[in-house]
């Protein structure tokens, strides 16, 4: 078989790989430690990337005029840049499952190159032209105030697109061949430049928070981009260049057959985020509802980073046998324990010590915060849940039913938030809360449902 995760299982040794005999006997307490071995690296890895925006929110919160350049940063830099990089955020999960020789590889990576050159192209017309007027007052409506301030930190995000398309191919490479302890690696150098890129933005600038924070971000992108090229040769040199040739052959057809319903999915779950944004400047107190969107969004980032990693670990592990029931139970477990994190912390003076001391959030802000926290409990169970029915669908290679799930996502957080617009009289924080909350509730119950065919088919196949 050229897949070489088909009927083996992967021994890993020092971010090593090789392969040995799988039998149905296995354990599942054995399983699920291999499970782990693959999980860890890519969780820790997600959870690092997920401290980057609490640490950029709280370097801005103890700048001049924070609330200006939180809402500039929270409400025009992130939610453009995520919409940027929209067509080449599921390069991570294309790549894990379709770099198994190196005449895939390279066609993947064709498009990868072209892709981010355009992806820049698009991010220097919008931030360095009038384009940029166009999309943030007249689109997003955006606050006169934060207009000046997401200028210049879209400006310096100009590596963004680029890195991350760079460096999520590279990395979907590194997991397939079993070297996922390179992507938590990654995500140190990425973390550790933008610290130091806060550090001498904060002492040594007079720039605003909002340029600090982009800076810092565009420049740990790129540290990481370059980092995980490096890993990635040896990997390419003496392991995908030596496997063995798919049959069939991946053609641009089927490639763009797998891939383009992974671009719509991105694409109308980055869509969210301006018109959130859009949405938010538009109810009662922009400025505050813009200003502490970030910093809970930080919050559930990370407490969601657990189950947003068990994606590339469902497809790797899914075709061995037995390995259905053991990435279920493990998905549950992080459930429960995610779930259990967030109730802990909305409930007890954690949640004062996060957004008061930690996020340096002013009173009034941060008792806000603490309020919406109770509105999104059940967000890190359904990113773990996503996970295990969003990975089932990927390794069936019929991908149409995630962008399915992402439009009723759409329709249900832009029908909340229009609502919000046109009747809400309380701040736009808690509707904004509630609307994604809702929509990731009934996304995840709609790619339950599509996934079933797919679970069907893969314990057929197991079985046979």
């Not at 969780?43 to 609490?54: G, H, R, T, Y």
Request: proline share 6%.
């Amino acid at each position: 078989m050229s897949d070489i995760n088909t009927m083996s299982d992967i021994h890993y040794t020092s971010g090593h790989m090789t392969a040995i005999p799988t039998t149905s006997s296995e354990t599942q307490a054995t399983q699920i430690r291999r499970i782990i071995k693959t999980w860890w690296p890519l969780a820790a890895s997600w959870l690092l990337m997920a401290i980057e925006l609490p640490a950029v929110s709280a370097v801005m919160a103890r700048l001049p005029n924070p609330e200006i350049n939180l809402a500039a940063y929270g409400g025009i830099v992130l939610p453009l840049a995520l919409i940027m990089e929209s067509p080449i955020i599921m390069l991570l999960a294309a790549s894990t499952t379709l770099s198994k020789d190196w005449a895939s590889y390279v066609k993947i990576r064709k498009f990868m190159r072209i892709a981010g050159l355009i992806l820049t192209i698009v991010q220097f017309v919008v931030a360095f032209t009038p384009v940029y007027n166009l999309v943030v007052q007249g689109i997003l409506g955006a606050p006169a105030e934060i207009v000046e301030p997401g200028r210049l930190g879209l400006m310096f995000m100009l590596p963004w697109s680029w890195s991350i398309a760079y460096r999520r191919f590279n990395q979907g490479v590194l997991i397939r061949f079993g070297h996922s302890r390179d992507i938590g690696a990654g995500t140190m150098v990425r973390l550790g430049s933008e610290i130091i890129a806060l550090a001498i933005g904060f002492f040594a600038t007079a720039m605003p928070g909002a340029a600090v924070g982009a800076a810092a971000v565009g420049i740990g992108v790129l540290a990481e981009a370059i980092f995980i090229g490096w890993r990635v040769q040896p990997v390419l040199r003496e392991k995908l260049r030596a496997a063995p040739a798919v049959e069939p052959a991946l053609t641009a057809r089927s490639f763009f057959t797998f891939y383009v319903p992974l671009v719509m999915t991105a694409l109308i779950s980055l869509l969210i985020e301006p018109l959130g944004s859009a949405a938010l400047s538009r109810m009662p107190n922009p400025i505050i509802s813009l200003a502490v969107w970030p910093v809970i969004h930080g919050l559930l980032f990370m407490l969601q980073s657990p189950g947003i990693a068990l994606n590339e670990v469902v497809v790797t592990f899914l075709d061995r046998p037995g390995a259905a029931r053991s990435l279920r139970t493990f998905m549950a477990i992080v459930l429960v324990i995610t779930t259990a994190l967030l109730i802990g912390i909305a409930a007890t003076p954690l949640s004062q010590l996060w957004f008061s001391r930690l996020a340096a959030l002013p009173p009034n802000l941060a008792d806000i915060a603490r309020i919406g926290l109770w509105l999104v409990l059940p967000m890190p169970a359904m990113a773990a849940l996503q996970s295990w029915f969003q990975g089932t669908i990927l390794h069936s290679r019929r991908t149409r039913g995630i962008t399915e799930s992402v439009i009723v996502y759409l329709v249900v957080v832009g029908g909340i938030l229009i609502a919000g617009v046109m009747f809400s009289t309380i701040s736009g924080i808690y509707i904004g809360l509630v609307a994604f909350c809702t929509g990731m509730i009934l996304q995840t119950a709609w790619l339950g449902l599509r996934s079933l065919p797919a679970m069907r088919q893969n314990l057929k196949a197991v079985s046979s």
